[in-house]
């Protein structure tokens, strides 16, 4: 089995400061840091950092040469990346003195994805593989299509919510993750069990992970009704917690874990990560994990 994720690959530019802006605000940041980042960039690190031999497919700019760099420091095969004259998508990040973070996104590259790259990229994949979603590149929809077309199980992270999921068919993937907040507005609901206990209803060939910070995660699926608490610590800066949660999660389903184990695994790992500044590079080896 296979793993081909189609991600962002984004240029983390990430600021400390006292609180997030608010409008008509100048306020100076305690410090400037430039991280490789994307969701699709972090959950290749984590699932490559779990065990797992994940293909990257995404589009960057020539300034974002070092995002396939870091990606084979982790040893995530790259050879699907393509590089384009454009610029690359970016993010501008404020972190608080409570490690809470807001993220200002700019699409860039990973809005550039076309249906020849799709398909020559699924070409070298077919049915038992998997394919990973995030909504930060253009094409979802049609690429969760192609791939259950080919037989491929489809993992996908509802995040950053946009309206357009509501329109992605969302009954083709295996695993939906989201946290409170796109649960709500793909639900429609506001309780934490109501919003899982909803998805699940509406898509119910499709197994939900909704993780609510630190308060844990719930699971509706297949395997039935699971809440599990999250892990105490001291937070430093949540980027890339959820992204790690979901590399975990995934690598114990395929290696057969169990729902359980899975949730109590990728909190973990998803408490370490917070533990420790930037993304990719804040998430902990599969020993650190153990």
């Avoid at 306020?27 to 994307?38: E, L, M, P, Q």
């Avoid at 994940?54 to 870091?70: M, P, Q, R, S, T």
Wanted: aromatic content about 10%.
């Amino acid at each position: 089995m296979k793993i081909v994720n189609f991600g962002s690959l984004n240029i983390d530019y990430v600021y400390r400061v006292d609180e997030f802006l608010r409008p008509g605000e100048t306020r100076a940041a305690r410090s400037r840091s430039i991280f490789c980042g994307g969701k699709g960039l972090n959950q290749s690190a984590a699932c490559a950092k779990a065990g797992l031999e994940v293909y990257h497919a995404g589009i960057i700019g020539a300034e974002g040469h070092f995002l396939k760099d870091k990606l084979l420091s982790y040893h995530v095969r790259t050879e699907f990346i393509r590089e384009i004259p454009e610029s690359n998508g970016h993010t501008i990040i404020q972190v608080n003195d409570k490690g809470e973070n807001c993220i200002l996104l700019y699409p860039g590259t990973n809005a550039m994805l076309s249906d020849g790259y799709v398909d020559e990229v699924l070409s070298h994949f077919g049915a038992g593989d998997m394919v990973v979603l995030q909504n930060e590149t253009n094409m979802v929809g049609e690429i969760i299509e192609k791939a259950a077309g080919k037989g491929m199980r489809v993992a996908f992270n509802a995040a950053p919510y946009t309206d357009a999921v509501k329109g992605y068919p969302l009954h083709k993937v295996s695993w939906l993750f989201v946290n409170e907040i796109e649960g709500a507005s793909l639900s429609g609901k506001e309780a934490f069990e109501d919003i899982a206990r909803a998805l699940r209803s509406a898509y119910p060939q499709t197994e939900i992970i909704l993780t609510i910070g630190a308060q844990g995660c719930i699971y509706a699926g297949i395997e039935g009704f699971y809440e599990v608490p999250a892990q105490k610590t001291i937070p430093v800066d949540a980027t890339a917690a959820g992204d790690t949660f979901i590399g975990y999660y995934l690598m114990c389903m395929l290696k057969g874990y169990g729902v359980r184990r899975a949730l109590e695994t990728a909190n973990r790992a998803g408490a370490i990560t917070v533990t420790r500044k930037g993304a990719a590079d804040s998430i902990p080896s599969w020993e650190e994990v153990l």
